[in-house]
């Protein structure tokens, strides 16, 4: 996708870090921001603003396989992450606790901050080389678990944001299951780009968010298997979300995020596309630069994601040049941009402590153009680089 926002036209490559908005998207935000009104109202305009929430309640549910009663609406996954990531659980009218958190240390900043445990509970899984969870690690952590304390809950991201390494969710949640305790899901970078059935193996609970799947940024969800036992909320106040999440409902954003959850299954049907462009993106970086590494190659990866480093070049280098040829690529994950560090997928995956990446994520609208673009820039770095081997 080319962006012209900034003048001349662009390269976009950061789909990770938020996608284009779906034409569908747009217009479901429109039509719900044309009515005044409050979703709670029980008038004519309230109803018809719950009617917008509701169906895409029930199109976020279909899109991973879930019953729409089981669906929190957010304003990200953050919040969700923030939600579900507490000690302190309801089934029906009894408190269930949970002693400690076990979150992969290869997770997005929003479930490895640890939400609402205190840090002291807070427990870090690693991942092997190829990006993987480790899962005899993983087993034998949760079997030294202390249950008389508390129950283990744990949180694993479905499909890196900066590798795209697919875990394997379905292992992960038998072994979770085995211990006693409860899964959550980050399923925001998977969703729309692998099938996602929550009883499939999924977890108890899933988190998702808008603008990663062609909706508008400022949505998220919590999906549950069951709604059987569910998080002390976060938000309190006017009982909406089933008491699960109070505050006026953000019916635009809801509503392009319904809009875009019914797209995913055209998204699905591209993915094999994507990725053969997404390996053309690869053959570029290798014959520009034949000693990049690109990371998680030995793992099952999502169709539209690459993530490398270029030795004797730092990412943020590079990515300032790609910035400056008219190409959006990251180096690292969106939140920590701007700021100049490692990658702690990398440092998870044992590439040492100032290990840097650098991201090149596509969608369905990448295509020769934009390839094109970021060949001819990869060309020209690897060229001044020569220039200055030679210099030196
Ligand atoms: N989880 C993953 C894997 C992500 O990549 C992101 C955003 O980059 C988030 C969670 C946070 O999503 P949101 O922007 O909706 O808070």
Redesign the pocket.
Known sequence: MTASGMGKQRAYLDY??SGPLEAAAREAMIDALSVTGNASSVHGEGRKLKAMVSEARRAIAAMVGADPQHVVLTS???EAANTLLTPDWRMGRSGLRFSTLYVCAAD?A?TLAGGQFPPDRVQRFGVDATGLVDLDALADALGRHDKSEGLPLLAV?AAN?ETGVIQPVGEISRIVKDAGGFLIV?A??AAGRIPIAIADGWGDFLIL?S?KIGGPQGA?AIVGVSDLAMPVPLLNGGGQEKGHRAGTENVAAIAGFGAAARLVDDKLAAAAKIATVRDRFEHAVLSAFPDAEIHGLAAPRLCNTSFFSLPTMKAETAQIAFDLAGIAVSAG???SSGKVGPSHVLVAMGRGDQATGLRVSIGRETGEEELGAFAEALSKMAAQRSARQVAA
Request: hydrophobic share 20%.
């Open positions: 990770n870090a990200s996954a953050t997005h929003c991201h944001n980050d925001v970078q968010s603008h998220g994950s969106a939140c």
